[in-house]
């Protein structure tokens, strides 16, 4: 499963095309990417229009690479800034339990400057309200 401490850094927009092949035969009948952005240390973020999937790379090589699901109906946060940073704030997933209340995990995506991360950020809203 993704480490929520996974450094997702100067992600910048990648190919469609290119994030269609990394991810041949994980996406479901119908299911199409709205956008790709690859990282530091070759991690992956592809917003498809059912879920997040990222992708990390493990290894002396990074050959070897971990796909993660998080789907939007597990968010339950979003908070966007404008250096181009988005958290995501993910629940729901059976996780650690504190007090009898499942926590909430953030994963901090963090963007090229050029990347517009409102749009990204209203594409990902649309999907949970």
Known sequence: MI????QFTKMSN???GEANALLDGLLLDGETVH?????ANNYWAVFADRRLITVTAQGMTGKKREYS????????????TTDAKIEL?????????LGGMSMP????LEFVPDVDVRALERFVVGKIL
């Open 69 to 80: 699901t998080l789907p939007y109906s597990s968010l339950r946060a979003t908070s966007v």
């Open 105 to 108: 995990y953030r994963l901090r």
């Open 89 to 97: 704030w993910f629940a729901d997933l059976g996780f650690a339990v």
């Open 3 to 6: 480490d929520f401490g996974a």
């Open 14 to 16: 990648a190919d469609l």
């Open 35 to 39: 956008a790709a952005f690859k990282g």
